[in-house]
């Protein structure tokens, strides 16, 4: 069933480029069954009562909050890297339940940031594919020192680092049946990764370098690998 992420005050109607999908790519027709979503959690099942030039009205047959978001918060403080691995990035992130997605400006980062508006769509068409109920956030591109200043919002930051040998990743995960969720925020370095100054003045405000094994990951693998993780992490213990 198609899935359609409306604003909650415009729900039955779908305007803009959905209502465009609806008639012109997917050629859908009155009577037939959707989904449409508010962003917060819940989910309208409707069916399609009118297709006009510019809008599509829905009936709403009832809604329903099912849980199917992580209860671990994660933000992912990506490094912009070369490319359009960017995309890439935002789009297994969101199916892997990342909460928000910071494009961020390191010493080594070369590349120049995409439109907003075109990562936000990536987010959106993700969410809506992964069966996800809400959107990641997609900030601002954001200078490496400025993300270190949002630390104290985060009960664990983490900076992956090739260099670290003894911690790992779920060496530092708490224990969530005792402590509750976590709300991480990790910071992903760029093609070449973290500079030594760059890993010192992160550890200097709170964050820990992790180890993700013996083998240096490339950046669009790394942010993919610890969500995983965290994600097997906090299932197994519930």
Known sequence: MHRFF???????????????????????????????????GKVYFATIENIGKDKVVCNIIEHRTPNTEDRTQITIAQCLPKAKKMDLIIQKCTELGVSQIIPTLSERSIAKADKPERWSRIAREAA??????????????????????????????????ELEKEKTLKSVLPDNRISGYPVILILIGPEGGFSRVEVEHAKSTGFIPISLGPRILRTETASLSILSIINYEYEQRR
Do not use: M, Y
């Open 6 to 40: 409306v604003p909650q005050e415009q729900i039955p109607t779908i305007t803009g480029s959905d209502a465009h999908q609806i008639k012109n790519v997917l050629r859908l027709k009155v009577g037939e069954k959707i989904e449409l979503l508010d962003g917060s």
């Open 128 to 161: 809506e594919q992964s069966g996800r109920l809400t959107i990641p956030i997609i900030a601002p591109l954001t200078k490496f020192e400025d993300v270190l200043k949002i630390k104290k919002d985060f009960s664990l930051a983490l900076i992956p680092w």
